[in-house]
């Protein structure tokens, strides 16, 4: 149930910006949260976000504390 809600703001979100999209140049950045990748190690996370050129990310307990 959190996914659907998560999914329908982030669905509405978008269709807000690009409705003002046509009337203004929008400059924003969009990034995540490295629990998305709570399964994988710091190294593999961080190439899975270079490979979706995600440059902007806001990191997990268990991704900095291997740094």
Not at 50 to 63: A, C, R, S
């Amino acid at each position: 149930m959190k996914h659907i809600l998560t999914m329908l703001l982030l669905t509405t979100c978008f269709v807000s910006q690009s409705q003002d999209a046509k009337h203004q140049d929008v400059n924003y950045n969009v990034g995540i949260q490295s629990f998305g990748f709570r399964n994988f190690d710091l190294e593999h996370t961080l190439s899975g976000c270079n490979k979706m050129g995600i440059t902007h990310v806001e990191f997990f307990q268990k991704h900095i504390s291997e740094v």
